[in-house]
């Protein structure tokens, strides 16, 4: 919410470009990414104000919220990779994804995998994706659950055998 009216002056900005810069742009403002689509809370940084309150997150236990006290959250809409990925992908299009939602990346990529969006965009719709993600450690999330629950369920492995160009963390995979 706090991002929100910089956010839509940006998108204007870009849309009305000459030349456009890209096809199509738009933020999602006062959305987070999540492993279910509906109303969610994002747990809030106050804390650091130079980096722009960079450690907000779904995850109460995130370094930065707990620091910040761990009680001050904004009402979101949690939106899943699946449904946009739905809403907006077109049959043979080329899909740029960056992920770095604060330990929320591991429930985000689980529900896009069970669903099986990304191999049905690349093999039935040829849609190229290309996807970088920042992933969080118990050192910030504040809890090894994640990380070793995709680590179980083989979750970079599935993403790269769909076909995703995938860069994970300082790594680059095809």
């Not at 987070?32 to 747990?43: C, K, N, R, S």
Request: glycine share 12%; net charge negative.
């Amino acid at each position: 919410p706090h991002f929100t009216s910089l956010l839509r002056y940006e998108e204007i900005q870009i849309m009305n470009m000459i030349p456009r810069p890209v096809r199509h742009m738009h933020f999602l403002t006062e959305h987070v990414g999540a492993g279910i689509d509906g109303p969610t809370t994002l747990f809030l940084d106050t804390t650091n104000v130079k980096e722009n309150f960079w450690g907000s997150s779904v995850l109460q236990s995130h370094v930065d919220v707990v620091k910040s006290g761990g009680n001050t959250g904004a009402a979101v809409m949690g939106i899943t990779l699946t449904k946009l990925l739905q809403d907006t992908v077109l049959p043979g299009g080329h899909v740029m994804i960056k992920i770095d939602i604060e330990g929320g990346e591991y429930q985000l990529l689980e529900e896009a995998i069970n669903s099986t969006i990304l191999c049905k965009l690349i093999k039935e719709q040829g849609v190229k994706i290309d996807m970088l993600n920042e992933p969080h450690g118990a050192n910030i999330v504040g809890s090894e659950e994640p990380e070793k629950r995709w680590k179980a369920i083989g979750g970079q492995k599935s993403i790269k055998e769909c076909g995703v160009g995938l860069g994970w963390g300082n790594r680059q995979f095809r």
